[in-house]
């Protein structure tokens, strides 16, 4: 099976864009996706998940030159998982989807 991860949500904060050593650009950036669902009560329940994004050379290019805070935006990427060492010693682990296209929806 492929690893390919497909979501439709807001971006909750400008990107943030670097542009490394040779040129190349990384945008990180996080989206908001929501779920509404009834329980058997009838009360209304709205869940919202947060998932951090990373895209890399010409899809960060289109993320830097069109994305903002609360732009609808679908990506189509991969899962991945990383950890590293924070300043105290602490081992930390981060899920991302690295993504390699960004569709600009909404207005």
């Known amino acids: 099976m492929k690893n390919t991860v497909q979501l439709i949500g807001h971006v909750g904060q400008d990107p943030e864009v670097k542009t490394l050593e040779g040129g190349k650009k990384l945008a990180n950036i996080s989206i908001a996706t929501n779920e509404v669902y009834y329980k058997e009560n009838g009360d ?3 869940k919202t998940e947060w998932h951090r994004v990373t895209a890399w050379g010409k899809t960060a290019d289109i993320i830097e030159k069109y994305v903002t805070k609360g732009k609808e ?3 189509e ?3 991945t998982h990383r950890s590293y060492d924070d300043k105290d010693g602490v081992k930390r682990f981060i899920t991302e989807v690295v993504a390699n296209e960004v569709l600009l929806l909404g207005k």
Do not use: M, N, S
């Open 73 to 75: 935006i679908g990506i």
């Open 77 to 79: 990427g991969k899962l």
């Open 44 to 46: 209304k329940v709205e």
